[in-house]
């Protein structure tokens, strides 16, 4: 079967650097997402990565390594504002979307 | 495994036909779903949040004599596109609340391509 595994809460403090994790099992891969998501809101887009590496944008990089079937997203000098769910999602060979249950971060002062 | 599935996967139709899309929740009962719809590489857009038994309440500027929503049990949901126009060419992706766990889950998109 296909599944994605992400940690379901995470906790840190504000200023500081997180990275969550996603672990994927997929028919073919197409791509890995990030997306982040407020209470009540509608997921945001954060990053899209299809070769293996870092992508760095601003204070958020995404990790991927194929081959492990492994990817994170580092979230650094942390924003209240960062509390939020975070998603991660991939492409399979037919191109449709298999999606992780989130990953619930909380940030304290 | 997925908890939320939608039919069909891929569509392609002409110009000025209509397309259902449907969107089903597996293992729960899903009071509330949701349709978005997304452009490569960007934000998912809210189109409609659909409640079971009740009318959908659409976001502003999503037609809803256009996208016809119908979520008839608490299981099912559906989203017609009516009249579809090249523009309409999307990746539709629903969603579905669990009420016990108060999670939202996301179902695996719909290929939309309107020639």
């Known amino acids: 079967g296909q599944n994605i595994d992400q940690p379901t809460e995470m906790t840190a403090t504000e200023g500081a650097i997180v990275q969550i994790n996603c672990t994927y099992q997929t028919s073919g891969f197409n791509g890995l997402f990030w997306y982040q998501q407020h209470a009540g809101e509608a997921p945001t887009f954060l990053s899209y990565n299809v070769l293996d590496g870092l992508e760095e944008k601003g204070r958020f990089s995404s990790f991927l390594s194929r081959s492990k079937g492994y990817s994170y997203l580092l979230l650094k000098e942390l924003q209240m504002k960062d509390s939020a769910s975070y998603l991660c999602a991939v492409m399979d060979s037919n191109y449709q979307l298999i999606w992780g249950a989130g990953t619930k971060l909380i940030i304290k002062p | 495994g997925a908890v939320v599935s939608q039919h069909p996967s891929w569509v392609i139709c002409k110009s000025g036909t209509s397309v259902k899309i449907e969107c089903r929740s597996l293992?729960?009962?899903?009071?509330?779903m949701f349709w978005y719809r997304q452009f490569p590489k960007q934000s998912l857009m809210l189109m409609a949040t659909?409640?079971?038994?009740?009318?959908?309440?659409?976001e502003q500027g999503v037609e809803k004599d256009k996208f016809l929503i119908n979520h008839a049990s608490l299981t099912l949901s559906t989203l017609t596109v009516t009249s579809a126009h090249p523009e309409d060419s999307s990746f539709y992706i629903c969603s579905a609340r669990d009420p016990d766990s108060d999670t939202q889950y996301f179902g695996p998109g719909t290929r939309l391509t309107v020639l």
């Open positions: 293992d729960f009962q899903a009071t509330t």
């Open positions: 659909s409640n079971e038994g009740s009318k959908a309440t659409y």
